[in-house]
C-alpha cells in the first residue's frame, strides 16, 4: 500500500498516530502540524496535542467537583470517625482512657471541614466543624463503651458486636455508668477544637 503524503505542504510527518491529512493545518501558537483527529479547541484557539496539554486546566480535585458544602461535610465527617476510631483503638489496646486525644478528634474534623469546603471559615464553618467533633467524640466514646459492654456480658468479639442490638440497648441504658467525671472535659475539648479550626483569621 503506497504511504499517504500531505497535499497540504505543511510539515510532511505524522502529527498524531491517526494523521488526517487532508485536514493538516498548523497549531494557532506553535505552529506545529496538527489534524482534527488531534486538534483540540482551547480558549477559542485550534491548539496541536502538546499545546493543549500545556494551557489545559487540570483535572479538578475531589473537593473542587462538589460544593463547599458537601466538601466540608465528607471531609470533615470522614476525619472525625477516622480520629475516633483511633482514639478509641488506642483506649481500648492500652486499657486507659487518654481523654486529650479528644483535641485531636476536634482538630482533624475542623481542618477536614476547612479541606473540604476549599478553604471556607467564619461561623458556618466553626458550626460545621463543632458537629463533626461532637460526631467524632461520641463514636469514639460508644466505641470505648461497647467494647466494655462486650466485655461484660461476654459476647463474641468481633466489628459486628459493636452494632448489635444488645449492646446497642445495654449501652444507651447505662450512659452514666459507662461514663466518667472527664467524659465531660473531653466532650467540650473535641467540639471546641473542631470549631475553633475554621474560624476566620485576623
Known sequence: MAE????????????????????????????KPRCRNCTKAVAGKDLCSGCARKVAPPPEAFSD?????????????????????????????MG????????????????????????????????????????GFVLGWYIIAASLTIEALGLPAGPASFFSFDVLRFVAGHIRELSI??????????????????????
Not at 467537583?65 to 481500648?92: D, K, Q
Request: some cysteine.
Open 4 to 31: 499517504k503524503r500531505n497535499p497540504s505542504g505543511v510539515e510532511s510527518w505524522p502529527c498524531c498516530p491517526e494523521t488526517d491529512w487532508e485536514s493538516r493545518k498548523e497549531c494557532d501558537v506553535c505552529g
Open 181 to 202: 467525671p472527664m467524659d465531660a472535659l473531653w466532650l467540650v475539648l473535641a467540639v471546641g477544637t473542631g470549631g475553633v479550626v475554621p474560624r476566620e483569621k485576623s
Open 96 to 135: 486507659i482512657q487518654m481523654g486529650y486525644v479528644a483535641m485531636g478528634i476536634g482538630w482533624l474534623a475542623g481542618s477536614g471541614v476547612v479541606r473540604g469546603s476549599g478553604g471556607q471559615r467564619g461561623v458556618p464553618w466553626m458550626i460545621a466543624g463543632a458537629s463533626c467533633g461532637l460526631i
Open 65 to 93: 467537583s462538589m460544593s463547599p458544602w458537601s466538601g466540608a461535610l465528607v471531609y470533615g465527617l470522614s476525619a472525625a470517625v477516622f480520629s475516633a476510631i483511633v482514639w478509641a483503638a488506642i483506649s481500648i489496646f
